[in-house]
């Protein structure tokens, strides 16, 4: 089975086979009735009667085997013509990608530059050939991933004509026919296809196989496995955000009942440590659970005509010491422009209301600049991520925000993320404008991402409040000179002294990063901003009421900075003095 297979199959005959067997079914029926209305003749009695009855009666039992094994094959035609409908159209996708790349590609698969194109691609350079090799990696997984899907199919197809040639479908206790055609029918479905390997599967391998998957049984998958489908990187935003708060609700539903049950053990055994203890740390995580669900059903919107402001679930991982979540701010497979904000110590799923905001107004202010510089509809999507256990100074073991094991592990996840925003995004590589912005001992994480591989998709990256990143030039994060920015208030005195002695790598302050200023001043929207006076208002507004990002409660100068790189007008951004 390979490309070749997939362009030859006939959709057209399948669609005419479920047609002729439908109408075989028709003719089953009309005969299963002329044989009712023999057997019911008036006055006939004795024993001819008797014989006639058995024979009609085993001819009738027969029918209905017939029946069944009739429902089994149209059913089963029909789900191959769809299934097999849905691949040729991946394919023609695929090879169109392609061709925009000036590749193209032959069975069984391979992926070659087009030979027309070969003597421009001699002048490219070298981050040029890199590119182009990335791309073709990613049409490769893709092509075999239809392939591994095509010999799904017809396995599956194999499988279920094998029980119908050996008489396995075959319902005799069934009266009706109808009822044995509708068994036959539902006895022969094609099944989800081949998972990818859940042990070494990469989000570039995820995103072939969801893209090959036939929408029904997307949606199948989702309603059976919601807790893996929505944090499965490679999947496309919206499926995740169906599925996480299908199990958001579940999740919130059993820890309501598991906390109201602690509630009675505990009311009838005062004083029991143990219980107090679990009783605590359920309140927790149903707070965090609720302020999943707020920040979910937030207003984000710029004004009342703004359709691209709904959030979305993109991460829901309630298991584990903390709950892990991501909520994006209007959709970031549609959006040219998207944001990933990565937070410091202390940050868990109870902060999410505050960052989604933040992230809200963050979408606002960029959309401000774009409305005013030209990019006028071009839609901004700003994830609120936390994806990782930030180091908790507060419960007793401040020296994790000393270590870099939390940000190692949090620049894995991150990783996987950051490609899978990439590969999901309605727009191409080049379209596609991605920036990592990293917080306090976020900022740390999230230049490890970038040394991980994330600077594959993501073009800029903003580190603010930072107590240093392990890096101090744009080459070691994988980017362009004037790609990387720096944003550290003075005021900011613990964060400034831990960069500068080196406890996250060398000093940043003395990195090639463009130093983007946190001093109060008029920008170029001849908006005056505040400027940064503590390490938690980077990415604030200046007012605590009103609707922040916009000119009646504009983001403080570190806000608009974020914006202004968001929107890919980073020359608008205010340079440190």
Same mark, same amino acid.
């Given at each position: 089975?390979?490309?070749? +297979? ?21 003719? *089953? *029926? ?31 039992? /027969?029918?209905?085997?017939? &029946? ?35 590749? $193209? ?15 421009? @691609?001699? +002048? ?13 990696? @990613? ?52 099944? &989800? ?8 599967? /990469? ?32 999947? +496309? %935003? ?8 299908? %199990?958001?609700?579940? #999740? ?35 707070? /965090? ?17 703004? !359709?691209? %402001? ?12 903390? !709950?892990? &979540? ?10 040219? @422009?998207?944001?990933? !904000? ?103 994480? =999230? ?10 998709? $993501? ?15 744009? /080459? ?6 004037? @790609? ?14 831990? %960069? ?9 302050? =003395? ?11 008029? !920008?170029?929207?001849? $908006? ?27 983001? #403080? ?17 205010? #340079?440190?003095?």
């Amino acid at each position: 089975m390979d490309l070749t +297979d997939i362009d030859n199959w006939d959709t057209a005959a399948l669609d005419v086979l479920v047609a002729e067997l439908n109408g075989r079914f028709t003719s *089953v *029926v009309d005969a299963d009735a002329m044989l009712r209305k023999v057997a019911a003749t008036p006055g006939w009695k004795g024993e001819g009667a008797t014989a006639a009855g058995e024979s009609f009666r085993s001819v009738s039992t /027969s029918l209905n085997d017939e &029946a069944a094994a009739l429902g089994a094959a149209s059913e089963l035609a029909r789900q191959t013509s769809i299934a097999v409908g849905e691949l040729k159209s991946a394919l023609t996708l695929l090879r169109a990608d392609a061709s925009d790349a000036d590749m $193209v590609i032959h069975p069984p698969p391979t992926v070659d530059d087009a030979s027309q194109m070969a003597p421009a @691609h001699s +002048d490219l350079t070298g981050e040029e050939r890199a590119e182009r090799e990335k791309t073709k990696r @990613h049409l490769l997984v893709r092509a075999r991933a239809l392939v591994v899907q095509a010999k799904d199919i017809d396995n599956d197809t194999a499988s279920v004509l094998r029980k119908i040639v050996a008489g396995e479908i075959a319902y005799p206790e069934f009266g009706s026919l109808t009822e044995a055609f509708e068994s036959g029918r539902a006895g022969a479905s094609l099944t &989800a296809p081949t998972w990818p390997n859940m042990d070494t599967k /990469s989000p570039e391998e995820v995103d072939a196989w969801w893209r090959a998957l036939p929408e029904a049984q997307k949606q199948q998958m989702i309603a059976e496995y919601p807790g893996l489908i929505g944090n499965l990187d490679g999947v +496309d %935003a919206a499926s995740r955000d169906v599925a996480n708060r299908i %199990a958001l609700v579940a #999740r919130t539903q059993r820890v309501e009942a598991e906390l109201a049950a602690l509630d009675r053990a505990y009311i009838g055994a005062r004083g029991q440590y143990a219980l107090a203890s679990r009783l605590a740390a359920k309140r927790e995580e149903l707070d /965090s659970l609720r302020a999943i669900e707020t920040a979910l059903n937030g207003d984000y919107r710029v004004d009342h005509n703004d !359709t691209g %402001a709904q959030a979305f679930l993109l991460t829901f991982q309630p298991d584990g010491k903390e !709950t892990k &979540a991501a909520v994006a701010v209007g959709d970031p497979d549609k959006a040219r @422009h998207v944001s990933v !904000t990565v937070p410091g110590v202390n940050t868990e799923a109870r902060s999410i209301g505050t960052m989604t905001s933040e992230a809200g107004a963050l979408r606002r202010e960029a959309l401000g600049i774009l409305a005013t510089t030209g990019g006028e509809g071009e839609a901004v999507s700003t994830v609120a991520w936390i994806g990782y256990d930030t180091p908790d100074v507060n419960d007793g073991a401040p020296w994790e925000a000393l270590g870099d094991g939390k940000a190692k592990a949090g620049a894995d996840s991150l990783v996987d993320f950051t490609r899978s925003l990439g590969l999901t995004s309605d727009h191409s590589e080049a379209e596609q404008h991605l920036v990592l912005n990293g917080h306090s001992y976020g900022s740390t994480t =999230a230049s490890l991402a970038m040394q991980a591989g994330a600077h594959e998709y $993501v073009d800029d990256t903003v580190f603010y409040g930072s107590p240093g990143v392990y890096a101090n030039t744009s /080459s070691q994060l994988g980017l362009e000179h004037g @790609h990387a920015y720096l944003m550290n208030d003075p005021d900011d005195r613990w964060i400034n002294l831990a %960069a500068r002695e080196g406890i996250h790598g060398p000093n940043p302050f =003395a990195s090639d990063f463009i130093q983007l200023s946190t001093d109060e001043r008029t !920008t170029a929207d001849n $908006v005056h901003r505040d400027g940064v006076d503590s390490h938690g208002q980077y990415s604030r507004a200046q007012e605590d009421h009103g609707t922040p990002g916009t000119r009646e409660n504009p983001l #403080r100068i570190s806000g608009y900075n974020l914006a202004a790189v968001l929107a890919g007008r980073p020359e608008l951004a205010d #340079r440190a003095e």
